[in-house]
């Protein structure tokens, strides 16, 4: 089950959308994506681009987050956050996505609106989306079920 997340320090988070050299250079896996379906990549950090294994920002810019999905993520999952995402709300979630090479990895996604002039009496204009490798970054120790363990079992 999804529940709301604890929105990250964004010192860009009123631009339009957060495109300065604070979030490119944030350690943090970032992806700014359009508020409306289908949910357009319009900004991807350094990290974003290491972690999903991308060789540039014009390889994601224009595209959807299909770009990481494949047979292992949970649609059902992704569908919640797109719930939450559709009530202007902030939540989180352990998902199954590729690296554009197409290896899996255990992503725990927290995601957040960005309001411009930082209103959230006004809809949101973006959407901000921080990734992180739970398994690659030692952040987990062991995990149960089937699709971890799937993705636990890869080759190194």
Do not use: M
């Amino acid at each position: 089950a999804l529940r709301p997340a604890r929105p990250p320090a964004v010192p860009s988070a009123g631009l339009d959308p957060p495109d300065d050299a604070t979030f490119d250079a944030h350690p943090e896996a970032r992806v700014v994506t359009t508020a409306a379906r289908p949910h357009v990549i319009s900004n991807v950090n350094a990290a974003w681009l290491e972690l999903c294994a991308a060789g540039s920002k014009h390889e994601c810019v224009g595209r959807t987050l299909k770009l990481i999905q494949g047979d292992l993520t949970d649609k059902h999952r992704v569908e919640d956050l797109l719930d939450h995402v559709a009530h202007h709300r902030a939540a989180d979630a352990l998902l199954v996505n590729y690296r554009l090479t197409g290896e899996p990895f255990l992503n725990y996604l927290r995601v957040f609106p960005i309001y411009r002039d930082r209103n959230p009496e006004a809809p949101p204009t973006h959407y901000l989306g921080i990734l992180k490798d739970i398994i690659n970054d030692g952040a987990v120790a062991t995990l149960g079920g089937a699709t971890t363990a799937a993705v636990a079992a890869r080759p190194a």
